[in-house]
């Protein structure tokens, strides 16, 4: 059974910074591509981030290039997003998909609440 879990939000002030980490389970997934995702409230779900994880290349939204940086731990199974700088609006739930690519996503974690208060 495939599991995605996300842990590591939480409420911070404007300008700190969260790491969430996404740990993957079930299946191998090095021939997947791994994604963060956000939604706020009343929006729909938005990319952030993604990593191919064999390869190791990332794609970025341009509204976090910069500041957010996507990596995975092979012996962990477990794909993080570390986020600097965080603004009020970065406010959202965010959430972990895996897909094999052309913008898909097969499985998807629970999500993780991240606030910034101005």
């Known amino acids: 059974q495939v599991q995605l879990v996300e842990s590591g939000g939480g409420l911070v002030p404007a300008g700190d910074s969260l790491r969430l980490s996404c740990a993957a389970s079930?299946?191998?997934?090095?021939?997947?591509?791994m994604g963060w995702f956000r939604q706020a409230p009343g929006k729909e779900r938005k990319f952030v981030a993604n990593?191919?994880?064999?390869?190791?290349?990332?794609y970025y939204a341009d509204s976090v290039k910069g500041r957010f940086t996507i990596s995975r731990d092979n012996a962990k199974n477990t794909v993080y997003l570390q986020m600097n700088s965080l603004k009020p609006e970065d406010t959202a739930v965010y959430y972990c998909g895996a897909g094999q690519g052309r913008g898909t996503y097969d499985y998807w974690g629970q999500g993780t609440q991240v606030t910034v208060s101005s």
């Open positions: 990593i191919n994880w064999s390869a190791g290349t990332t």
């Open positions: 079930g299946r191998t997934f090095s021939s997947y591509i």
